[in-house]
């Protein structure tokens, strides 16, 4: 059995590690390292793959957020709604902005922001509201959307744990996260779902206006070079990174099926044991398990995951700190909100491997080490 890590990323690339190579190589010899053709090529699939009209390339899933915001003009004070229970990526570039960051709870079963609580948040200060699917599970984008509508008010999804993941509306419509607001954003972190081998992300939009906006932020606010009309950045996917990005997109849906796999094997053993609560699916939502986290029930989640280190078995806590109770947003003004649900789950939530290349006995080796501990 090879040794139990929370993603395996090695194992991953050896699978694929020929054609890896080459793209790589392919970069070298062009030279284009920075907007070479693998760059647009991947753009274009990708759009394709997620049913959306523009994709722009990023440095990563944090500048992602932080264009998106910046392509909204929203001024110092406009208020965004974002869960608490989430990265701290999420709510981290409002704050940067100097947007204030407005915390609402999830709901407790699929873990994304309850959109009772979303309305309850709305004032006229009220700008846009950045919903997560967390863990690889989609928000309620159907109330979420219509709540937006209703106030007139942007929606940017926060899809960096779940690309891949198909929505389905109540007219049977299916899309895919990250299509569904007006902006989506994602990660290409090499943990994540799709992930390249150094750091990367990227912004969706059907809206050719604020594809053009977004476009010429991420580029330093140009779109002739040196004429620059907007306070942009500096935020860039590199050619080797989509060089990769390319041989791995083509096997995203294998990649999320090997996780959904991963999960049924876990629910399935997990199910008698009476202190965990395995991941809910909402009806509407599909899963493609960036994490696998489970909901302790009177045990001792310390004990268990201290048990786990010693038989080699890694475990995380996503996120050990809630928004509203990380300093970084103190001298926002923030109102102590009581936010009892996310707080609940803080103390409750433990997520277990989960990744492409998982074998039977490993598994097998995870669920024994578990129960054991719970004398389930
Ligand atoms: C990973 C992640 C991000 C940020 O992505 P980076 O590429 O690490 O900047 C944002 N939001 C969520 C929910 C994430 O999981």
């Not at 020929?18 to 070479?36: F, K, M, Q």
């Not at 779940?162 to 419509?173: E, K, M, R």
């Not at 290409?188 to 594809?211: C, E, Q, R, V």
């Not at 789950?345 to 719970?374: D, F, G």
Request: charge should be negative; include cysteine.
């Amino acid at each position: 059995m090879r040794p139990i890590q929370m993603v395996d990323t090695k194992t991953q690339y050896l699978a694929i590690k020929d054609e890896v190579d080459a793209a790589i190589n392919g970069v070298l010899d062009s030279a284009a390292y920075i907007n070479g053709k693998p760059v647009q090529e991947f753009a274009s699939a990708l759009s394709s793959y997620l049913g959306v009209k523009h994709t722009i390339p990023c440095a990563n899933g944090t500048d992602a957020l932080q264009i998106a915001m910046m392509a909204l003009g929203l001024q110092p004070g406009d208020e965004v709604i974002t869960p608490s229970f989430t990265y701290i990526a999420t709510t981290e570039v409002v704050a940067l902005l100097r947007l204030k960051p407005v915390f609402v709870e999830v709901d407790p079963k699929t873990f994304c922001m309850d959109p009772e609580s979303l309305r309850k948040a709305i004032t006229p200060k009220t700008k846009a509201i950045v919903p997560v699917h967390l863990y690889g599970h989609a928000a309620p984008m159907e109330p979420i959307m219509q709540i937006a509508e209703e106030f007139g008010l942007y929606v940017i999804e926060d899809n960096a744990q779940a690309i891949g993941c198909n929505y389905t509306f109540s007219d049977g419509t299916v899309k895919k996260t990250g299509s569904i607001g007006h902006i989506g954003a994602t990660s290409f972190y090499p943990s994540k779902n799709l992930g390249a081998y150094g750091d990367g992300g990227a912004i969706f939009t059907n809206d050719d206006a604020l594809a053009h906006k977004l476009k010429m932020i991420a580029n330093h606010g140009q779109q002739k070079r040196y004429y620059h009309e907007l306070v942009g950045c500096n935020s860039r996917l590199d050619s080797i990174q989509a060089a990769i990005l390319n041989c791995k997109l083509k096997r995203l849906d294998r990649y999320n099926q090997a996780r959904k796999e991963v999960a049924a094997f876990y629910n399935k053993a997990f199910e008698p044991v009476a202190q965990i609560t395995t991941p809910f699916v909402a009806p509407y939502s599909d899963h493609v398990y960036h994490q696998y986290t489970i909901l302790l029930n009177d045990a001792d989640r310390d004990g268990l995951s201290s048990y786990l280190a010693e038989h080699k078995v890694p475990s995380m806590i996503y996120y050990p700190v809630p928004g509203h109770r990380q300093p970084m947003f103190d001298s926002f003004g923030l109102e102590k909100r009581e936010m009892p649900t996310t707080d609940w789950l803080t103390e409750r939530v433990i997520s277990l491997p989960v990744h492409t290349e998982m074998e039977s006995a490993q598994l097998e080796y995870i669920v024994t080490s578990v129960k054991n501990y719970l004398k389930a």
